[in-house]
């Protein structure tokens, strides 16, 4: 009967256990989980008129237009960063609108042809034993104020608004990541009223994800009042990464099936 050299016989599962480690437990030592999320919206103001095409009474409007970072509810400012082991974020959060950054107790009059952006931007990344996790929001508001005391006005505008995001993982069995952007703009009248979001999903996908839109709309404000129209957009995301073992736990098993063979 044909036996094969100890020596052999001792070896062949540490040369098994190496062959095995590449295929069967990946090292993760190179992967990476990212994400990136974005939303912009930009409202211009088009037209002012009044509702009575016979009307010779002259336009008394003002339209105010303001942004913050800052939650005008909660007083939270943004965006909120975390990170840990082997992560990296980088998140920012603006308003910028086309004329003099105004913000919310120091607003800027808008004219026809002028327009406010804001936009909310996050992204980060994540390295083995790493956790990334960004939140970022903007806000917007504009106010009409018709101080005519006869005649209600129609205001125009136009509103364009875009929304991304895009989530990666190296490793779908060590790693997990997730994006997203949202934008909401709604008008105290009920004129507007805009709800989107997208996401990405860099596990169970998909990994990228992109809307955009844009339109012309009216508002109606009565004489001797006001109406107002409301902007936030917020974006962010997580990756998190964690180490995989490799080949060190098949290397370890061949030994000890050699330990065991030799008891």
Known sequence: MLRFPECVVRVVPVIFALALAPIALPSGAQATAMFSGSATVTLTLTGI??????????????VLAGTASTDPFGGDTFPFEFSEGAATTSATSTGTPAL????????????????LTITATGSGTADPAGYADVFSASFGLVLIDNFSTTDDVIVSFMLEFSLAAEASVDDPLIEDALSGGAVNVFSFGGDVDVDEFVEADGLFGPPDSAFADSFAFSMTVFADDFDGIDLVVDAGGFAEAIPAPGGFVFLVAGLLAIRLRRA
């Open 49 to 62: 008129e009044n509702a009575d095409p016979f009307s010779t009474t002259p336009l008394d409007v003002e």
């Open 100 to 115: 003099t950054p105004p913000d919310f107790d120091d607003p800027t009059v808008l004219g026809i042809g002028d327009s």
